[in-house]
């Protein structure tokens, strides 16, 4: 009895016994596990469950540590038999990968051997998981609970302690490599909801099933981050105002005590002319000086005045002092004491309304900061550029924070609304048409930012290394070639088009600029074959959401053909096997004439209306224009469309 069936029934008719005192229903309510997962451990359908969620259902069902221990031993006896039997057939499809993408691999292996039971990717070998130490009362975190994508995060954390804390390097290992090490640290790093990603989806899934979730589970979560992954969080705007209003509260409350001080001053002041009166005061500079460190801790300032009196006095300050009578002498250190407080209760109230308006202080610095949120939504193909320039800007505008959201061009121009003029820019690759109803209807303002340049690329594979813009139009022609031999230099692989979806602001920038007319109809959905129902359709063509979906897809499927930005489709570590090609003999570049090679356009960035005076869009428009803006530019490769002056250079005008 060692083959994985046998170890695996025996398993499975241990575990049903000792869960048949307790129902399905019971035990999901305990644990936090979907009842189907509970119902596929005790019957043993579909994958072999982990240990971390087997655990979870015999503590929920009461089991001792003499039980655990048992079914401990015959579940490590069913993986290592597993394990045994697909191992040497999942080392050599490693071997035959070599340093490739791990997700080739984990693709073609999941339904075979559940990824989680590998551990070493190079070379290849079985080691089973550490046996992890499990907190008391644990239950699974329910990703339905998160109100928006910061509250999805922070359960994504709470998923880990769950599957027993496991370090970020042996995540790595239990998901075959396809979530390093630096990955998993910005996954779980505070207001990670700032990046969202069809790639984060995917990423979600792998570390949801690195800590230890079947099949089931993990649709949860991926379903989850798909609803949550364009809800931000509060608005950071409300929550600085609400902080200004606390600020501005003690700061009122400053005030009124040092008018309370002031008053007092002016009463010592008259107990020259009233000795007797002053006889009965002289406990009052202690209450004075708890006052002083009452307003002092209230506004975050040490107490000046005592630091005043530890001071060494010169000669002049000490001889009045002691030459004077012994009531002249309280008078002057009444007076100098309340004097000190009463400055130090003026400069703490400057200063706190100089923390409400922010920490720049400069004229420029104040136009050109703002205190809060703003949202960069749209292309893809800007997102690496908008990173860089939202780095710049929050290093030198402490107070601003910048969440830029690749959801595409379209999408987000959808995304702009009046409710959200102020805190909102849309990035979209090229000029929306005059008579669009965002531009005629609503008002929409659009400010050219840099301009940007795409590559056609291919599958190395193909051979072809160059096209000429006639033999492009002709491969996306209706009754274009559909095979690679047919082009120059091509091998005998078909051509399979790889497009962006409708509405993506790259696309309509090759359709326009590129083919002068509309891409094929859609005939794939797996980017290797004609759909059943599409099978009459002259050319494999698939659309993908994303450039980086495009990239994925043209350096994994042989003979693909597609389009991205340039910088990006550069990345050879990223993408091995994708190759930019030259059009008509000339090769995307970063020259701000380029007005010879025909896939560039401007990128727009836009504003419901003119935005508000004040407004984080407002700032942050003006900031574009900017030596320190124009110089990240020209750092992530992109030339500049405001040039000194505010002047729109030309390539960069509206046709």
Known sequence: MDSHVDRRAEFTRGLAVRLAGTEPAVLAQRTGLLEETVKAVSSGDGELMSWEVVSACLAAAGADGVEVGEARGRWSAAEHALWDEWGEELRAAFERNGHGKPTK?????????????????????????????????????????????????????????????????EIEKRSWG??????????????????????????????ARACGLPAAEVARWVEAYERLRHVPPTDDLARARAEGAELRRRLAAAQAEAEALRERLAEAETFREHPPVAEGLRERPAEAGGIRERVAEAEGFPERPAAAE???????????????????????????????????????????????????????DRALCFSGTLHLVGSTAFERTADIIRRGYEARCRDARIEVSAIGSNEGVRALTTGNAASTIAMHDGYLTSDSDEVRLRGFRGFPVALVAFAVIVDKGTNVTGLSLQDLRSIYAPDGPTDWKSIKGGRDLPIRLVSRTEGSGTRGIFEEHVLRGPEPDLSSSDCRRKDDLRAALHVIRCERSSQAQVLDTVDTVPGTIGYAEVHVASDARRYPNVRIIALDGRMPTASPTMDRYPFVAPEVFYTYGPPPNGSAAAAFLTFLADDDARRLLRQAGAPVCVGPGSLITAPCQPN
């Open 105 to 169: 691999v984990v693709e073609a292996y999941r339904e075979k051997v559940p990824w989680r039971q590998l551990t070493e990717r190079y070379p290849v070998t079985f080691k089973p998981w550490t046996e992890p130490t499990f907190a008391a009362e644990r239950r699974l975190p329910d990703p339905s609970a998160a109100g928006d994508i910061r509250d999805f995060y922070l359960l994504l954390a709470e998923l880990r302690g769950w599957a027993g804390s496991p370090r970020q390097t």
């Open 178 to 207: 396809t979530l390093p090490d630096a990955t998993i640290s910005a996954m779980l790093q505070k207001d990670r909801w700032r990046t969202t990603s069809d790639r984060e989806r995917v990423r979600v899934g792998h570390f």
């Open 310 to 364: 530890s001071r060494p006095r010169t000669e002049q300050e000490a001889a009045p002092a002691r030459g004077a009578p012994p009531r002249e002498r309280w008078f002057s250190r009444r007076r100098r004491s309340l004097s000190v407080a009463a400055a130090a209760l003026v400069f703490a109230a400057g200063a706190g309304a100089a923390r409400l308006a922010g920490v720049a202080t400069s004229p420029a």
